[in-house]
Nanobody, 121 residues
Framework: QVQLVESGGGLVQAGGSLRLSCAASGFTFSSYTMGWFRQAPGNEREFVAGMTWGGYVSVDDSVKGRFAISRDNVENTVFLQMNSLKPEDTAVYYC???????????????YGQGTQVTVSS
């Protein structure tokens, strides 16, 4: 079955960096669009960044210039490099996958369990 396992979250000071990883299995990774979402307490889950199988990238305006998504189709892993972190980036971050190339969809087909990112001021 589909499995998405995130890692790399933690506590970091404002201005710092973290790199999230998501190991995928159970589907043809190289044919899927992969994305990252986040959900802060009291908020809805929101799109952060996505990358199609063909390499097209979409990044939400709130993180543009600070976050970057990448993928390794050999290791079946997707990454989210987060720089210049702000306290408002604090959230649970979820890896997600969908089988078409609608990268900015508000809903993907599969989600991981999430990893907590906390940014202190």
């Amino acid at each position: 079955q589909v499995q998405l396992v995130e890692s790399g979250g933690g506590l970091v000071q404002a201005g710092g960096s973290l790199r999230l990883s998501c190991a995928a299995s159970g589907f043809t990774f190289s044919s899927y669009t992969m994305g990252w979402f986040r959900q802060a307490p009291g908020n809805e889950r929101e799109f952060v960044a996505g990358m199609t199988w063909g390499g097209y990238v979409s990044v939400d305006d709130s993180v543009k210039g600070r976050f970057a998504i990448s993928r390794d189709n050999v290791e079946n892993t997707v990454f989210l490099q987060m720089n210049s972190l702000k306290p408002e980036d604090t959230a649970v971050y979820y890896c997600a996958a969908r089988s078409d190339d609608y990268v900015r969809s508000r809903e993907y087909e599969y989600y991981g369990q999430g990893t907590q990112v906390t940014v202190s001021s």
